[in-house]
């Protein structure tokens, strides 16, 4: 069998505060946070994944949050180190960190190119003051630029921004606006996506006012993509476009069904092995981890993915990606037979929402794209 590209995702949980949308596993730092005694902890986990790696090189890091340039640059050095001396590492292994614009103190960025960062991902949200108030955001438009400017200069020549739709108050002009500043800023990628009102936030409970109705959402989303493709990137995934060789390698590999390791509070992993397809999990709560792993406590057992969950999974994941999938990348990737896609999929090609083209081929049509939520939650177990 031949082991499928592995990656490496750690969590690190603290933001300034929490946005009013976030459904993230994040937590106000505060004033005592603990940063060595979290990077002690990492470390006690990374020599535990390292084991159940059994020697895989990792093609991808990435921290992600939370908010991990809360944490200064020696800190991620001094995680990097660990890493590096626990794991075999691709010659052009990415590693990419989250940033928020508000918390990259002046001179960070080449702090943290130093320590091994090569991808940043910045978290601007929205050029308009107005709007990134109305999101809880702690930053300014000229934040964003600053940070961005700061990071070239460290020489970051791959940098990702973040940026949202759909915002209350929000219309087509000032969603393309958004878009404009971004672009004009020249990064190498673009994450292009709707706000949700997930449950368990403070705008699920309370949804802010003036929130786009279906009608203008269509238009941003007609008139933003045509903007950002005319700038010539390309849209490899519902919400993601790249220059040439820019697509996020990290986040394909969790798209493709491929295996990853997680470590930190409420981390997540997936590993194939001989003998099954294996999800891991990290207890949620910052403190009950630290604990878990000072104590020398072994991370709840892997639970085994059955038939259903992995056809989901794998649909859930693959459905996002313009080009879809092949049933032989289905196949070598989840271990079911294709035949499973063609019963399971009657409903949505009835519905036209998806299609299948002689070579076996599975692709999102228009409609799928458009009702990607629908198309997807007809695979649920």
Known sequence: ???????????????VRKCPY????????????????????????LAIEARRADGRELVSIF???????????????????????????????????????????????????????????????????????????????QDIERSFDEAREAGFDNINLDIMHGLPGQDV??????????????????????????????FHARPPASLPDEDTIRQIETEGSACIEQAGYERYEVSAYARDGRRCRHNLNYWQFGDYLGVGAGAHGKLTTADGIYRSVRPANPLGYLLSMEGGDQPPAAMGLGDAERLFEYLLNALRLEGGFDESEFAARTRLDPGLLAERASTAIEKGLIERNAGGRWTPTALGKRFLNDLQSDFLP
């Open 1 to 15: 069998m031949t082991p499928l590209p592995l990656s490496l995702y750690v969590h690190l949980p603290w933001c």
């Open 22 to 45: 976030c459904d993230f596993n994040s937590h106000t730092a505060g004033a005592n946070l603990e940063r060595d005694r979290y990077i002690d902890a990492l470390l006690v986990d």
């Open 63 to 141: 921290m992600g949050g939370g908010t991990p340039s809360l944490f200064p640059p020696r800190d991620i050095a001094r995680l990097l180190e660990g890493i590096a001396s626990s794991f075999r590492l691709a010659a052009d292994v990415e590693i990419t960190m989250e940033a928020n614009p508000g918390t990259v103190e002046s001179g960070a960025p080449a702090g943290y190119r130093a320590a091994g960062i090569n991808r940043l991902s910045i978290g601007a949200q929205s050029f308009s003051a107005e709007r990134l108030a109305e999101l809880g955001r702690i930053h300014s438009p």
């Open 173 to 202: 002009d000032g969603a393309v606006r958004d878009l404009e500043r971004a672009i004009a800023l020249d990064p190498e990628h673009l994450s292009w996506y709707e706000l949700t009102l997930e449950p368990n936030t403070v």
